[in-house]
């Protein structure tokens, strides 16, 4: 593909995938998972060229002058490697969704009644400065039955193009057909448009990306949309959390990774508990650097702090930044997360088992933890194997997805004859 033709290949590409699909549809698991470990074994045996690519990017990108999380998403580091091997592997050996049955059930005339668990079919992916996802998406995407098109934000143009060459090759060497995963390799901006407004070629878009792209998704796409908005996460330290703990927990939660979606943004503190505690964890956090934006009675228990405004509490900052508010009760945090919250990952800190029961019901985010920092949300931590992304849909898929989130069911009716009278 060329710039110039981006119209023309897209339509190649997409007929591609749909051929590819039927195809799938019918692949063995111990196919899917041979083509899984040889993709494995190309990211051993090709690890200095991949970082060689993956190099002409980061230059690329120093020079545009990205920012320090962008570039460290964008890194193929030895680690990102190794985790990607690990990911390829772990999903490899996991049980085969397609063809699954629920429960079935036997209908008075005596048919019987079930569902299957099938492939979406086509899906889009649309992400930005994560060559991790390319790997990601083509493992769950096969896994599940899918074939996949792949278009990679611009920046990391050279490492998904070697990514996908390496995909191509162990779906090859496993018998499957190489069109099952596509990177789109064009960095024109038309391409995206061609993607999410022909559903004959893609049945579902899921993108990753800034808030930016998925509003510009959301309203153009004429292909639905599994999509992860923002991850404006919060944890509460509850009047009865261990205060160890919950300092723990609070700067694991903010500085594991500052510029994941599921870093904590926003600190509520119990009216309680806040004048013993609050101190110590803003001393935690000075020496972490990270800037703390407090509501009046936080500041004063945090020196060094800033006055939040009301952005700072609706803001997902993905830097060394926390908005940290005391609340007078579990009811008045819980409505301040119904009211800032993206609906992506919020944690409680309690050893109060009444108080936990109520967050975890009444929270209405994709992920509710009880003494847990919100950095777990990850489909790698989940037992996934690996995710595609976090949605905050309500319908089909919520939260991480994984394998089954990239399936749906249909009813299968079995019967010996039987008419309708």
């Not at 999509?227 to 300092?247: F, S």
Request: aromatic fraction near 4%; charge should be negative; hydrophobic fraction near 45%.
């Amino acid at each position: 593909m060329n710039d110039t033709t981006t119209g023309f290949s897209m339509q190649t590409l997409g007929r591609q995938a749909r051929q590819a699909a039927r195809i799938l549809r019918s692949a063995s698991g111990a196919a899917k998972a041979a083509a899984l470990r040889a993709m494995a074994d190309g990211l051993r045996a090709r690890r200095a060229w991949l970082q060689a690519e993956n190099e002409h990017d980061l230059r690329a990108a120093a020079e545009r002058g990205l920012d320090a999380p962008m570039m460290d998403r964008l890194r193929l580091s030895d680690r990102a490697l190794d985790l990607m091997i690990e990911g390829l592997l772990q999903i490899a050996a996991m049980p085969d969704p397609v063809g699954s049955l629920s429960e079935t059930t036997t209908r008075p005339n005596g048919m019987r009644v079930a569902r299957m668990r099938v492939p979406l079919g086509v899906i889009g992916i649309i992400y930005e400065s994560r060559p991790n996802v390319t790997i990601d998406a083509a493992a769950l995407c096969l896994k599940s039955g899918n074939a996949t098109i792949l278009r990679g934000g611009s920046e990391a143009f050279h490492s998904n193009r070697a990514l996908g060459a390496i995909i191509q090759a162990g779906l090859e060497a496993a018998g499957l057909p190489p069109h099952a995963v596509q990177v789109v390799d064009t960095t024109d901006r038309a391409a995206v448009g061609e993607m999410i407004t022909h559903p004959e070629w893609i049945d579902v878009i899921i993108p990753r990306g800034g808030k930016g792209l998925i509003a510009r998704l959301a309203d153009e796409s004429r292909v639905p949309l599994i999509k992860h908005l923002e991850g404006n996460c919060h944890v509460y330290v509850d009047k009865a959390a261990d205060p160890d703990r919950a300092l723990d927990i609070a700067v694991n939660a903010k500085t594991y990774r500052t510029g994941i979606c599921g870093a904590m943004e926003t600190l509520l503190v119990h009216a309680d508990v806040a004048a013993a505690w609050l101190p110590r964890a803003g001393a935690r956090f000075a020496e972490l650097g990270v800037e703390l934006r407090a509501c009046p009675r936080a500041a004063a228990l945090l020196p060094g702090s800033v006055p939040a405004t009301e952005a700072d509490w609706a803001t997902e900052f993905h830097a060394p930044i926390l908005a940290v508010r005391v609340v007078d009760s579990l009811d008045e945090a819980m409505d301040h997360i119904a009211r800032y919250s993206s609906e992506h990952t919020e944690s409680i800190v309690t050893e109060d088992l009444s108080a936990a029961q109520r967050f975890q019901r009444e929270v209405d985010s994709s992920s509710v933890y009880v003494n847990l920092p919100t950095c777990f949300a990850d489909g790698y931590e989940y037992g996934l194997g690996a995710e595609i992304g976090i949605s905050t849909n309500r319908l089909h898929a919520r939260g991480p997805v994984g394998l089954e989130g990239l399936t749906i069911q249909k009813w299968v009716l079995t019967g010996e004859g039987q008419l309708r009278g």
